[in-house]
T-cell receptor, first 113, second 117 residues
Framework: GNSVTQMEGPVTLSEEAFLTINCTYT??????LFWYVQYPGEGLQLLLKATKADDKGSNKGFEATYRKETTSFHLEKGSVQVSDSAVYFC????????????FGGGTRVLVKP | GAVVSQHPSWVICKSGTSVKIECRSL??????MFWYRQFPKQSLMLMATSNEGSKATYEQGVEKDKFLINHASLTLSTLTVTSAHPEDSSFYIC?????????????FGPGTRLTVT
């Protein structure tokens, strides 16, 4: 079956620091990959996505590249802000599984001023 | 575009009563809607998938008779928690997808926090 593994948090950073959240996946087909962000008390917002190998998703200074050879989709941001404090979820969607999303466990990020 | 709303955003009910949560796609027709449950500081657990006009498909371990899902139109799905008990307290999130928006992508509602006393 499909699975997503992401680094456990919490990750605590200072403002303007570099952020990396590792995400690896296992899938039987050719999945699409996503990063979602969840702010306290809210639902999930799509942060970025990539639908095929070597695609790079980017949004709000965040980037992630779909690496088929390493089955990874690591999230990076060069300079975080306090407002980036949230929980980040890596996920995959596989047509073979009816486009159901498989989520990683989530990584809580806390950015301190 | 691709906005999904949920109502109510939070609800408190007494043990033994039923509560209905609505999920609406506001600016698109949702071919498929998904219902998730999220426990504090945990990931999302898919409960069921529903297609308009069809019975919902429940994930293993989810009680069909307890969590009733109706997807009567292309813009509305409802989740009814029947005979709720304190252990049903959780954050319930719906999402919707549409073939016209890229079938593989889901758009999430803001969630409904249910507290059963």
């Amino acid at each position: 079956g499909n699975s997503v593994t992401q680094m456990e948090g919490p990750v605590t950073l200072s403002e303007e620091a570099f952020l990396t959240i590792n995400c690896t996946y296992t899938a039987t087909g050719y999945p699409s990959l996503f990063w979602y962000v969840q702010y306290p008390g809210e639902g999930l917002q799509l942060l970025l996505k990539a639908t095929k190998a070597d695609d790079k998703g980017s949004n709000k200074g965040f980037e992630a590249t779909y690496r088929k050879e390493t089955t990874s989709f690591h999230l990076e941001k060069g300079s975080v802000q306090v407002s980036d404090s949230a929980v980040y979820f890596c996920a995959l969607s596989d047509k073979a599984a009816g486009n159901k999303l498989t989520f990683g466990g989530g990584t809580r990020v806390l950015v301190k001023p | 575009g691709a906005v999904v709303s949920q109502h109510p955003s939070w609800v408190i009910c007494k043990s033994g009563t039923s509560v209905k949560i609505e999920c609406r796609s506001l600016d698109f027709q949702a071919t498929t809607m998904f219902w998730y449950r999220q426990f504090p500081k945990q990931s999302l657990m898919l409960m069921a998938t529903s297609n308009e006009g069809s019975k919902a498909t429940y994930e293993q371990g989810v009680e069909k008779d307890k969590f009733l899902i109706n997807h009567a139109s292309l813009t509305l799905s409802t989740l009814t928690v029947t005979s709720a008990h304190p252990e049903d307290s959780s954050f319930y999130i719906c999402s919707a997808s549409s073939a016209g928006l890229g079938f593989y992508e889901q758009y999430f509602g803001p969630g409904t926090r249910l507290t059963v006393t």
